[in-house]
């Protein structure tokens, strides 16, 4: 993947349409991950309009503590059957679409370090329902229309990181909906990884194990180090006990696959 001439590359930021999910209502200082999640938890919504996003349609709430103003994303979806049939064919059992992944997905990135991917989540009622409020990051487009547009990138070597670290997230969760509108670009060409509402399936096998090429040192320690009791401890209100067993056995499957690969082709081309 070639490097975007620095005149193009301000010229296609400069003309770049942020979407629904990356408006911000006001210049917002720079604010720590609890400071962001005391705002979601806290200020008084002002306004909202609902959204074409995705599948589920959430809202996109204006909030507002007395001193910022800023936008959060509400999805109230919590939808449980024992099978699902879908209109390309596909059949899902024990099927869940559920804004509670959103806000496990958010917790178990954080213990990972990998909360620089996802934008904070929290759970929180509002309009009568419980649902997820997560942080509006700003947003030029999602992966999915970069590559319909075919625009290069400005830093592939960066790029390829972040998304070989997402893809390892994807595996752990175990979504059945990943697709590349859930990977969104800031202006500044750094990827966030938003919703998972069909995550966290019973499965204890991977998706895809072909996915997972490459993996972050901090990442593949992080996960070796990650502590049972503590994640369910953390989780508990979100996932179902057999749901983080899943997430534990995937984790070991993914340790696991990134040792043999170590073992076969040599740390250098494995690990970064």
Not at 15 to 21: D, E, F, I, N, T
Not at 122 to 148: A, F, I, Q, Y
Not at 195 to 213: P, W
Request: aromatic letters at 10%.
């Amino acid at each position: 993947m070639r490097v975007m001439h620095s005149a193009l590359f301000r010229s296609l930021l400069a003309v770049a349409l942020l979407l629904s999910y990356g408006r911000s209502t006001a210049t917002v200082q720079e604010l720590t991950h609890e400071q962001q999640k005391a705002f979601l938890l806290k200020a008084k919504v002002v306004s909202s309009k609902q959204t074409k996003k995705g599948v589920t349609n959430p809202f996109l709430l204006t909030l507002n503590d007395g001193t910022t103003t800023h936008e959060a994303v509400f999805q109230s979806v919590d939808e449980r059957s024992t099978s699902m049939k879908f209109a390309n064919g596909r059949s899902e059992m024990n099927f869940v679409d559920s804004y509670k992944y959103n806000v496990a997905a958010y917790l178990l990135a954080e213990m990972l370090g990998l909360d620089d991917l996802v934008p904070v989540y929290v759970e929180r009622r509002w309009n009568g329902r419980t649902g997820s409020l997560s942080w509006v990051v700003p947003v030029m487009m999602d992966e999915e229309d970069r590559r319909k547009k075919n625009i290069p990138v400005p830093d592939a070597e960066t790029w390829n990181k972040a998304m070989h670290r997402i893809r390892v997230l994807d595996e752990l969760v175990y979504d059945t909906d990943a697709n590349f509108t859930n990977v969104l670009i800031s202006p500044d060409w750094k990827l966030w990884r938003v919703d998972f509402s069909r995550a966290f399936r019973l499965f204890k096998d991977v998706r895809n194990s072909d996915n997972l090429v490459r993996c972050d040192r901090q990442l593949l320690e992080r996960l070796r180090a990650l502590n049972e009791a503590d994640f369910m401890q953390r989780t508990r209100s979100f996932l179902s006990k057999l749901e983080q067993q899943g997430v534990m056995a995937r984790r070991d499957k993914i340790v696991d696959h990134f040792q043999k690969l170590i073992a076969l082709k040599g740390e250098a081309a494995v690990l970064y």
